[in-house]
């Protein structure tokens, strides 16, 4: 029990035909809720933060200490993932900080771009004993942007995959960040393609609102890890929106109680919906 290397854990659940979920963190709350959901399936997790999400908690080191304690505290197997990291700077704190795998997002540039600071950030990882993943394709976010006009190219998997030396590839077939405006479609043909391609673990970001039939068929096709924020987060909102009917505000302790609940729930859901079939 403790933590791994994720590349090890997706090996493991690629071998087992399973993908496992990647949660975003955001404060004590909802790290305890991921751990215990993790406890009670039984199942390894991902523990995982952008910048955006760890700062307000004091940065990547203290993100990293409550990530610690409640993995011993529960006995689970997890990995502590940087998300979306946009600099070589913050990989390398997330390394000196005890994150055991991280992931810088240059997918937005050109492919040569992508490739060279992808392949920076991975020396710097494997030098640190991390697994690293990076992004070829561009997922984009729920804000009404075109996910069909940055689908991964399969004719440049293998190139990216030799210069980069990545543990981890996440792919764009169609998900996109946060709400989905219209229906859902993966490009599964797409996928398989990449599958064959190589035998690293693919990931899969944007795995909120995606259907669960077509998230199963990915996970048959080499999708290992399914990143999930805004369905866990909604849970949370929700959990808020019930205790402003009842509780007072004035004791913390009592009043998020049912948004704890809510989204250990959830995201115990979830890591069911990955693992059984």
Same mark, same amino acid.
């Given at each position: =029990?403790?933590?791994?290397?994720?590349?090890?854990?997706?090996?493991?659940?690629?071998?087992?035909?399973?993908?496992?979920?990647?949660?975003?963190?955001?404060?004590?709350?909802?790290?305890?809720?991921?751990?215990?959901?993790?406890?009670?399936?039984?199942?390894?997790?991902? @523990?995982?933060? $952008?910048?955006?999400?760890?700062?307000? =908690?004091?940065?990547?080191?203290?993100?990293?200490? =409550?990530?610690?304690?409640?993995?011993? #505290?529960?006995?689970?197997?997890?990995?502590?993932?940087?998300?979306?990291?946009?600099?070589?700077?913050?990989?390398?704190?997330? /390394?000196?900080?005890?994150? $055991?795998?991280?992931?810088?997002?240059?997918?937005?540039?050109? @492919?040569?771009?992508?490739?060279?600071?992808?392949?920076?950030?991975?020396?710097?990882?494997?030098?640190?004993?991390?697994?690293?993943?990076?992004?070829?394709?561009?997922?984009?976010?729920?804000?009404?942007?075109?996910?069909?006009?940055?689908? $991964?190219?399969?004719?440049?998997?293998? !190139?990216?995959?030799?210069?980069? &030396?990545?543990?981890?590839?996440?792919?764009?077939?169609?998900?996109?960040?946060?709400?989905?405006?219209? !229906?859902? #479609?993966?490009?599964?043909?797409?996928?398989? #393609?990449?599958?064959?391609?190589?035998?690293?673990?693919? /990931?899969?970001?944007?795995?909120?609102?995606?259907? %669960?039939?077509?998230?199963?068929?990915?996970?048959?096709?080499?999708?290992?890890?399914? &990143? %999930?924020?805004?369905?866990?987060?909604? *849970?949370?909102?929700?959990?808020? !929106?019930?205790?402003?009917?009842?509780?007072?505000?004035?004791?913390?302790?009592?009043?998020?109680?049912? *948004?704890? *609940?809510?989204?250990?729930? #959830? $995201?115990?859901?979830? %890591?069911?919906?990955?693992?059984? @079939?």
């Amino acid at each position: =029990m403790g933590l791994h290397r994720m590349d090890t854990l997706l090996k493991e659940a690629k071998r087992n035909h399973i993908a496992l979920g990647a949660f975003e963190c955001w404060d004590s709350i909802n790290i305890q809720g991921i751990a215990k959901a993790a406890a009670n399936c039984k199942t390894p997790v991902i @523990f995982q933060a $952008t910048p955006v999400e760890y700062e307000p =908690m004091g940065g990547a080191a203290a993100l990293s200490h =409550m990530v610690r304690f409640y993995v011993d #505290k529960y006995g689970i197997d997890a990995a502590l993932h940087l998300d979306h990291g946009s600099t070589l700077e913050q990989v390398e704190d997330c /390394v000196r900080s005890g994150f $055991t795998s991280v992931m810088l997002d240059t997918s937005a540039l050109c @492919f040569e771009e992508n490739s060279r600071l992808s392949a920076a950030a991975a020396k710097i990882a494997h030098d640190g004993d991390l697994s690293f993943e990076a992004e070829l394709g561009h997922v984009t976010g729920g804000d009404g942007g075109d996910a069909e006009s940055a689908l $991964t190219v399969p004719e440049e998997v293998v !190139e990216f995959v030799r210069i980069t &030396n990545v543990d981890c590839l996440a792919v764009s077939i169609g998900t996109i960040h946060g709400d989905y405006r219209g !229906e859902p #479609k993966l490009h599964l043909d797409l996928l398989e #393609k990449i599958s064959g391609m190589v035998d690293i673990p693919l /990931v899969l970001h944007g795995g909120s609102g995606t259907p %669960i039939d077509q998230l199963h068929a990915a996970i048959k096709l080499g999708i290992a890890k399914i &990143n %999930i924020c805004t369905d866990i987060h909604k *849970a949370f909102l929700a959990g808020i !929106e019930e205790a402003r009917q009842t509780l007072t505000p004035s004791v913390p302790g009592n009043f998020y109680r049912p *948004a704890a *609940a809510k989204m250990t729930a #959830k $995201t115990e859901e979830i %890591i069911k919906l990955f693992s059984l @079939f």
